[in-house]
């Protein structure tokens, strides 16, 4: 049986969403605390908690997740001044749901890549 997450239950539209892109391996909906104009979330169906759980099985779902970001971001407009793509894992990535996402922000400057930190 598939371990349920958040995402899951938003998948399988037991909980609210606005819904963009679902297919056989995975799933885009717009972020509830958008971050910029645009703010989307590409997930595989099948959850993977973090990257640390990532292999070769993956390899489908997590392509695909790059084929999707790369034309949901053509079809909301934003491919040509471009847009930041983020995958945050565990706790100094500060990743929040453990299911994998990979966030798609655009829409407006996204800013410097990391806040810089002293004495890296
Ligand atoms: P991360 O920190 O990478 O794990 O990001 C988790 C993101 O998930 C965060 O930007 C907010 C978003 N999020 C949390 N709960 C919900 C929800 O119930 N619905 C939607 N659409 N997004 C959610």
Redesign the pocket.
Known sequence: MTEET??TR?ISGE?P??MLYKDDLVSA?????P?RPT?I?IVPNAPIPTMNEVSSEHEAALGRMMVVASQIAREQGIAEDGYRL???CGDH??????HI?M?LLGGADTGPMITPQQGV
């Open positions: 958040l995402f938003i909980l969403s606005d909906f717009r972020d509830i605390e971050q703010h979330l983020i995958i945050n990535g500060r990743q929040e749901v453990m996402h966030h």
